[in-house]
């Protein structure tokens, strides 16, 4: 996990990565649709639709790798829907945002912003090449979820669990890179900012892997050797678009020799117990923070002697109110002075 630009955040931060990373020219639509199918995205002459999994065998002797898959119901998906600034060349045929779906699935989506979807408020699932209206009884992180809305702007499309940071960074990239493109279609940019703080969270808890670095490396072989910069380093988002969010120490992080050890259980449904260590005596407590980066609950140890200790979290702010699910950040202090902070999943 290489780290790209350090020390810059913010506007300064992706000014400078739509500097580096802006690839002009590209393959043009219809033979990034070919590449992908035939060379990105199959493997063992296999295709697999990223939003249900259904998959079909590719002919590696076809001549034309889109008509072949499309023919057997798989289709191009822009992640970053036409309609908010991909219409045209070259974003329509950026790869980085290009993925297989089986159709039925990326005409549901439409051109609705990726969102969380509490279970009860989806109205059809996804998985394979089937779907249904009921709550699935079984494997429910393989499906993918819509709730239909009269407009763009009220529908929302929930991922299958295993894609859903592969998505996330695709967004991050796009508005990042071709945000002039896309403001001329929401100068106040409400598609972006609705699903803007899920990105985020779906990025924290489905960090990148190997297949999806090799995966942006291979673009970028197509696209003047731009990668998706998202991909490479896990840091810039939070850099670029929350940096007042503080940074992430592992359980070795240190300062002034105060460790914070983590959270048991995580994820969590009502609470959790946030276990840290001291070198001493010392005033300890512990900052609660949501996606955004603003303070929910401030937890002061009852006792902040040496040595390990713990302090439970009731999944409530300071004033009582319950919290919805999601990513939050704790950071311990001690006397003041911020010593690691790390992350946790508040699940429904």
Not at 151 to 158: F, V
Not at 214 to 219: N, S
Request: net charge neutral; hydrophobic share 35%.
């Amino acid at each position: 996990d290489s780290t790209i630009f350090p020390g810059l955040t913010g506007k300064q931060l992706c000014d400078s990565l739509r500097a580096r990373y802006t690839a002009n020219t590209n393959l043009g639509y219809n033979t990034a649709k070919d590449t992908l199918f035939a060379h990105i995205d199959c493997h063992n002459d296999t295709l697999r639709c990223i939003y249900g999994g259904f998959k079909i065998w590719m002919d590696p002797a076809t001549s034309d790798p889109s008509q072949y898959a499309e023919a057997r119901n798989i289709n191009c998906e822009h992640s970053w829907v036409q309609s908010r600034g991909a219409s045209n060349y070259p974003q329509q045929s950026d790869m980085h945002h290009l993925f297989p779906s089986y159709d039925v699935i990326n005409s549901a989506r439409s051109s609705y912003p990726f969102n969380e979807i509490p279970d009860s408020e989806t109205e059809r699932w996804y998985v394979n090449n089937t779907n249904q209206t009921n709550i699935p009884s079984s494997n429910i992180d393989d499906y993918t979820e819509i709730d239909f809305g009269s407009t763009a702007w009220n529908g929302r499309c929930e991922i299958r669990e295993i894609n859903k940071g592969n998505i996330a960074r695709a967004q991050y990239y796009f508005f990042t890179i071709w945000r002039t493109t896309y403001l001329a279609t929401d100068p106040d940019s409400v598609w972006w900012m609705s699903e803007k703080d899920d990105m985020y969270q779906w990025h924290c808890v489905d960090p990148a892997d190997q297949a999806e670095i090799t995966r942006t490396r291979r673009i970028a072989l197509r696209q003047e050797n731009k990668p998706n910069p998202f991909v490479l380093d896990s840091t810039l988002i939070r850099r670029a678009y929350f940096p007042n969010m503080g940074v992430e120490g592992g359980p070795g992080a240190l300062a002034s020799g105060a460790r914070l050890l983590g959270n048991v259980p995580n994820p969590f449904q009502g609470s959790t117990v946030i276990l840290y260590s001291l070198p001493g005596p010392g005033r300890a407590e512990v900052v609660i923070y949501n996606v955004l980066g603003l303070e929910v609950a401030r937890l002061a140890a009852s006792s902040s002697g040496q040595g390990e200790r713990s302090i439970a979290w009731n999944a409530r702010s300071s004033g009582g109110q319950p919290q919805p699910p999601g990513i939050y950040f704790y950071q311990l202090k001690v006397g003041g002075v911020p010593a690691a902070t790390r992350r946790m999943l508040l699940v429904r």
